[in-house]
């Protein structure tokens, strides 16, 4: 970190990382290249920290991945802060990631979009009606790995992704049970694998959770 020459956007990514919250320094939309490569030299770092207590072995930091989602946090917290007429920019500001996406790119970002959800929230509670929230509602629905939130559910779990694929599978699960994040766990197929994975430590992992009576039961 001290190699890296500091400005607004990577000191706002890298205290949000530290502490769970932004400062925001300013409220420019545009970064320069200069910005762009210490920010990825910075969460890359961040990537190989969080790799050490991977369960399997870790894939490679996608470096367009983790900058697309690093600028989708940042810009969204100076809308937050910092509203202009910029109705007309969102498009561009927000575009959808074009890249493959696989556990690498669901692992890269999630460095910054785990933040998405708490910024959401906080928008929607200020005006519901704020053509961000649905920008960012969209964003958080697609990547659900990074979506999973006490308070927010994507409104359609892409379980194929999460639940097929052993190393995927196992993050996803144990997100849900880091933030026990209850409503994604209400979910009826993930409620019964998520009670398989935990086993007999259950109770003592996450007590709250119980078993989801199906239709079928009586």
């Known amino acids: 970190m001290s190699k890296l020459k500091p400005n607004f956007f990577l000191d706002s990514i890298a205290h949000l990382r530290a502490h769970g919250h932004l400062i925001i320094s300013d409220d420019l939309l545009k970064t320069t290249k200069q910005e762009d490569e210490d920010i990825v030299l910075y969460l890359e770092q961040d990537f190989e920290k969080e790799c050490l207590s991977f369960p399997f072995e870790a894939p490679r930091f996608n470096a367009n991945a983790a900058l697309w989602a690093s600028k989708i946090v940042y810009y969204a917290s100076l809308l937050l802060l910092h509203r202009k007429d910029t109705k007309k920019d969102l498009e561009t500001m927000f575009a959808d990631y074009t890249g493959v996406v696989d556990l690498s790119t669901i692992l890269s970002v999630d460095l910054t979009l785990r933040f998405l959800p708490q910024i959401f929230l906080e928008l929607e509670a200020i005006d519901p009606q704020d053509p961000l929230v649905i920008v960012l509602k969209q964003i958080l629905n ?16 892409d379980k194929h992704i999460y639940l097929n694929t052993i190393e995927i599978k196992q993050v996803f699960l144990n997100r849900i049970v880091d933030k026990k994040a209850i409503n994604w766990a209400h979910d009826a197929q993930i409620n019964s694998i998520l009670i398989d994975y935990l086993g007999y430590y259950k109770n003592d992992i996450w007590k709250a959770l119980q078993p989801i009576k199906t239709t079928n039961e009586h």
């Open 142 to 157: 697609t990547w659900q790995f990074s979506a999973i939130h006490q308070t927010f559910k994507a409104e359609d779990i």
